[in-house]
């Protein structure tokens, strides 16, 4: 690029996605039907993917610029929905789709054994899905499922895929893996190691959970970037205050209203914030996932599109809780992760 791109609130998708173009498209590799969705020679791998949530966003910007792309999310029905709503746009594109439940062990395994069964390495992994505001369940494996699907189901799908994302390593390329965070870890008290570990119904708070989720993406990357010594780069952000399918789900829009960030209508308060529309919302993940100019800052928490490591709270930025909590994790999934 003769000219540096600069990038703000407004920032879209589609412009982060046009000003790395030529990193979207360099990297080496062909691809089969897998979780990924890949730029034209690059190997890339994203979680949630419905229509009207940013990691769409993402996989239709990218899509422009691809020569497969396969998307992800535990609902088939709500896959195949996308996956026409891309092809309707971008017809050439060469979509593909795959069940994923991060919530339970088996099915993260069960596509975890799916890709690292493809003989391609992995360049880029973006860990976007999450289950926000949920009512209090045990997962089939024993835990709170929201901190489940946002945390411990994503660092087990790194961890299986890792070796795959090892491979993608050149001399002049570190694979990345991107953690979905948001800036509502600020309004928490970072993880409950008690509420990972032991989940109980009475002490469970919806939104108090989400934080937890939350700052452990926060964590999570920082101690991703540092283990793995420069073979991997790991970042997350907060995408903005978005209006997604999220905000629209009816056991969320009870607890969104009681925070203020709905009115009783159910319609999005422009008093708690200038809100971002989807296609803004997409732009950091775009850009964790391709701007070269991070690639001496693994570890980064990104907003509008650039790195904001000072809007990262200390109890989500913490070298100790930090390694705490990639150890809890581990005896959780029952295995060590390791480089």
Known sequence: MSTEPTFSFSTTA????????????????????????????????????????IGFETARVIAKHAKRVVITGYNEERLKLAKD???????????????????????????????????????????????????????????ETQLATDHVGPFLFTKLLAPK???????????????VSSEGHWYGTGVDFDALTSPDSEKYVKINAYFQAKSANILTAIELSKRSKGKINSYSL????????????????????????????????????????????????????????????????????????????????DPATAEKLWTVTEKLIGEKFVF
């Open 165 to 179: 994302l090892l491979a993608a390593a050149t001399p002049t390329y570190t694979p990345r893996v991107v953690f």
């Open 238 to 317: 907060h995408p903005g205050g978005i209006f997604t399918n999220i905000h629209q789900r009816q056991d969320a829009i009870p607890v969104l209203q009681e925070l203020g960030v709905l009115h009783p209508d159910g319609k999005p308060n422009a008093a708690m914030g200038q809100w971002k529309t989807i296609p803004q919302g997409a732009s950091s993940i775009v850009a964790a996932a391709f701007d070269p100019r991070l690639n001496d800052k693994p570890g980064a928490y990104l907003e509008n599109s650039v790195v904001a490591n000072d809007k990262v709270a200390a109890h989500s930025s």
């Open 14 to 53: 589609d412009e982060v996605a046009t000003a790395f173009a030529t990193e979207i498209q360099g990297k080496n590799g062909a691809l089969s039907a897998l979780v990924v969705f890949a730029l034209q020679l690059h190997p890339v791998l994203i979680t949630g993917s419905s229509i009207g949530g």
């Open 85 to 143: 709503a891309i092809k309707k746009e971008v017809p050439n594109s060469d979509i593909h789709r795959l069940t994923l439940d991060l919530s339970s062990f088996a099915s993260v395994r069960k596509a975890a054994e799916l890709v690292n069964a493809d003989p391609e390495p992995l360049h880029v992994l973006i860990n976007n899905a999450a289950a926000s505001f949920v009512d209090f369940k045990l997962t089939e494996d024993g835990l």
